[in-house]
């Protein structure tokens, strides 16, 4: 290879800006994909090995002492250890994208090309980008999982849209919204949008799996005499009965009155936990018939509790 300073058109005495100024404009000038000049490929790997060579604070001092040649071979063996890859700079090439060595423009910071063709070479064009998933969770009133139906979300993007909530969902499902998520890069497609239902808390009830359990207080004569009474469910009240002689704790079970089935899961259950509540005054007549109770006929409900 010819000197490199002369494929460059300059003295040894060139500074590091008017090497780097040099190669701009003859690696523009005999650019492969633009030039129509006689062999601009050859004179184009010929600028670029010589701009290999005194491009490089290192290698130019090198060369300079004579300790390279034009190619970035050492001279001597001594300086064996001088990697210049397989055959030095006789299979040099170039690459204007990252590819290894055999690429066009290996060796070659890219971001020189940039410069010199505005970051619009084809070759250094970046394929199109698939835009970011986004991820939102949202909480969905017990009542509407046990219908379904839309609920309203707010996506990280801005977009605010209607999510459909299958019935009887499971706590924790997540939807995903193909193409509402971040918009992509370069005519990418867009990301999607993943939304997470949550069930939201319930004032009456309590979800285990599909069961429901409810604490439903009862009065002490219901609880002595039996009652009919009325209880909340997901779909409504019902009416139940309340067994005479009913203490405080007693669980009942309504078959079917939890959270909708799906697929093959059945639907599932509601208990009742029955509390006793007390008059919300005191009344000195349930206090005297108390205490005659205390004194003529004692009782002990914890009769056989040992630690």
């Known amino acids: ?41 050859e004179r184009f790997a010929e600028i670029g090995q010589a701009y290999e060579i005194v491009g490089d604070e290192k290698k130019r001092a090198a060369f300079d002492r004579g300790e390279i040649d034009a190619e970035g071979k050492p001279k001597a063996p001594q300086f064996e250890g001088f990697n210049a890859g397989p055959g030095g700079f006789r299979n040099f090439h170039f690459d204007f994208g ?15 090309f940039a410069e010199m063709f505005g970051g619009g070479m084809k070759s250094r064009a970046k394929p199109p980008q698939r835009g970011q998933d986004v991820a939102v969770s949202v909480t969905v009133p017990l009542a509407q999982v046990a219908t379904g139906g839309d609920v309203r979300v707010a996506l990280p993007t801005g977009k605010t849209l209607d999510v459909t909530a299958p019935v009887g969902f499971e706590d924790g499902r997540t939807i995903r919204l193909r193409g509402q998520g971040e918009a992509g890069v370069r005519n990418g497609p867009p990301g999607d949008a993943l939304v997470t239902l949550r069930y939201a808390p319930h004032p009456l009830f ?102």
């Open 1 to 41: 290879m010819r000197d490199p300073y002369s494929v460059l058109g300059l003295a040894k005495s060139a500074s590091a800006a008017e090497i780097k100024s040099a190669f701009r404009k003859l690696a523009k000038k005999y650019h492969p994909d633009q030039s129509k000049e006689p062999k601009a490929k």
């Open 98 to 112: 990252g590819g290894g060595p055999g690429d066009p423009g290996h060796g070659i910071d890219p971001d020189i």
């Open 206 to 307: 309590k979800v285990e799996g599909r069961d429901l359990r409810l604490d439903l207080p009862i009065t002490l004569y219901e609880a002595v005499l039996g009652a009919k009474v009325r209880t909340p469910t997901l779909s409504g009240e019902v009416e139940i009965t309340v067994p005479a002689n009913t203490s405080s704790g007693r669980v009942l079970r309504l078959r079917g009155k939890g959270l909708p089935g799906v697929g093959e899961t059945a639907a599932g259950d509601l208990y009742l936990t029955l509390r006793i509540a007390l008059p919300p005054a005191e009344e000195p007549a349930l206090a005297e018939l108390m205490r005659e109770w205390r004194d003529q006929k004692p009782y002990d409900p914890r009769a056989g509790m040992s630690a």
